[in-house]
Every structure is written in C-alpha cells, then in structure tokens.
C-alpha cells in the first residue's frame, strides 16, 4: 500500500534524530517519577514534529501527551489509537532498554505524523512513567488519561521475538511483625521475636510452593530483621511479590502468604499488620491486532510468532492497560537468545548498540503501520473490539 510506504519512510528520515535522542536517554538513566530529562528531550522532540504537547498529564509531573491526525471537533474524528512510551530506568540505568521503548513510540508517531492529513483518525503519543515499580500507567488509567482511546500499543526490547508478551499479573505485599523487645541474654523469655515471625512465614511459604499453579512465582525480602543483635526483635518487615497468569490467582496466592504470616505470628506469640503496596494486571494480548503487527513484522523481514504460554516473563503495567482496551506489547530482539534478561547489568550494554537502534526503527514502522491500518481498516478495528469484549467477559 503506498499510503503504507510513505509512513516508513518517514520513519526512515527520523532514524538518526530517533536514535540520538534512544543514546541521550540511556546516558541519562533515571528512576521512576524522576524522569524529568527524558521527558523534556522528548517533549521537544514532539514539538519539532510540529505537535503540541500537554506536560505533566494524568497527575504525573513527567508524563505527557500529543496527538495528530483529525480533530475532536472533525463530523467524523474516526477511532484514537494510544501509542505508550516508557522511558524509566533501573539502578543500574537502562537494563530494561526504555529508552528504546520511548524512541519507538516517537519514531512511529513520527511516521504517522509525517501523513496527518491522511489519517482516518487519530493518533495519541502517551508518556508514561514509571513502569518499574511506579504503576505510572494505572495512576494515568484512573485519572481518564486514555478516555476516548479506541486500542494502545507499545513494544518492549528482550532477547527474542515475539508479537504478544504473556506477562504475569502481581500483588505485592508488605508484612509487619511486631512483637516484645527484651534483653536477648539477661531476659529471652520476656521477649516475642518478630525476627522468628518474618523466618517462619518464609519457611512456610517455601513449603507451600508445592501447592502453587505452574506459571507462579512467589518472592520475597526481609527489609528490616530487628534492631541489635542483642535485643529481641521488636519489629521486623518482609516484602512479597505474588505472580500469576491472573489477577485473581495472584490475590489468591497473597491469601496464602497471610495465612503463613498469621500462623507465624501465632506460633511465636507476635501480632502482624500488612498492607498490599500495589500490583500489576496480567497482559492480554489482543491477538487481532498482534496478528496483524507480526504479519507487518513479516514484510519487514522478521518472524513475530506468538510466544510460547511458558515463555520466562515478567509483569507490567501494560497489563492494567490491556484489560481497560485492547491492546498489545510486542517485545523485539535487540540481542542474542541468552545475552542477559532484562534488569541484568550485563543486558545494560545492549539496549545502547547500532543493532538496538536499527530494531527499534523496525518495529517503529510494524506498531506504526499497526496504528493505521486500525484507523483504516473498520473490519480490524472491529475485530480487535469483539475480541477484547469476549475476553473481558471470560
Ligand atoms: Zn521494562
């Protein structure tokens, strides 16, 4: 199509300017709700395309958001197609490769940018913070940041290739013990160890993994183990991460680790508070438009199968997105099978290379092409809805 065409080459233009500003993110990693740099260089970027761009969006100071294509007030504005940028980091900078996340995301509004006149419809670039840890995406969902938004998309650099991402739903917990302080040698028997506590509940969420679905994980930290060797802990707290394939099984799975936490509190004579800290969505991929993103992949030169249900995975706040409309994450391959996981210091180095980049440009065009032809093809558009109702109801 040669509508099709003019969009990647568009895209082919903004290459070297897209690529400088991926290096200039991944010099400049920063932390969640932090990313003030990142989203000034992209912000600028977005004017220079010629687009106005509303800062600081859904109560988030580095969140943003610009459109193109018809307006509101157009007779027939058509369907609004979200593309996502992330450009959060981890303490050891861009091991995740956000910055190739948010390049991505430009680069594909670039191209669309480039045929606004054309669009049956519109386009949304959405800065979104704070993936890592932030829930950036769901504090923007519950501000009505992606209200009018027909479908979203982003895509997420890995070692391999695939059109949808089985990423795992998350309930985070966080479990304080508290018990007696006493001196741990003149008077142990006047104290109640909150230290004893947090040990035992790991001890028993260990033997209750056995119990667990495939596909759960559960993991946990100490983040406090009492206060001098000397003294009876007082108070202890334990963090826990519960995954699973849903929501549901994952709140299940926090159920469990209670039911641990309180019968380690009974045993050693301690009482416990928690909170729940967060938690992440499972992803649904919407296959109508993951099948059409890969076959778009397919013409570029790469294979986007589905990937295999057991695929190792992680969770994100896509996830939240996906079950408010439809949506997809691809991940692409900026490296080789076995090159480090993400968050690994060593995938550091490869979310900064010419083959990341070169990737990033090629999936830029298979979302952007996504994108159009959802605007274009009421058929796909359709499809992608009935799927997502159908899904929604299951
Ligand atoms: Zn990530």
Known sequence: MAIHDDICRAIDRFKDKASGLGRQVHAHPELKFEEHFAAGLLACALG???????????GLETAFRAETGRSDKSDKPGPTIAILAEYDALPNGHSCGHNLICTAALSAFAGLAAIRDQLPGRIVILGTPAEEGGGGKIIMLENGVLKGVDAAMMAHPIDGEFATFPALATHYLRIT???QAAHASAAPWAGASALSAVIQTFQSVDTARLHFRDGSRIHGIITNGGQAVNIIPEKTECEFLCRAYTTKYAREIADRVLRCADAAATATGTTLS????GGYKNMINNLAMAHRYARHCEELGV????????????????????HAVPAIHPVFRIADPGAGNCHEER???????P????????????MALTAYDLLADTALMESAKGEYARRQES
């Open 274 to 277: 928690h909170d729940v800290v």
């Open 347 to 353: 995938f550091e180095k490869h979310t900064d290379t």
């Open 355 to 366: 083959r990341a980049y070169e990737a990033m440009i090629r999936v830029a065009k298979a």
């Open 177 to 179: 013990f508290h018990g």
């Open 48 to 58: 220079e395309i010629g687009v106005e761009v509303e800062r600081g969006v859904g």
């Open 303 to 322: 294979e986007a199968p589905d990937a295999p249900l057991d695929m190792p995975t992680g969770s994100t706040d896509m996830g939240d997105v996906s």
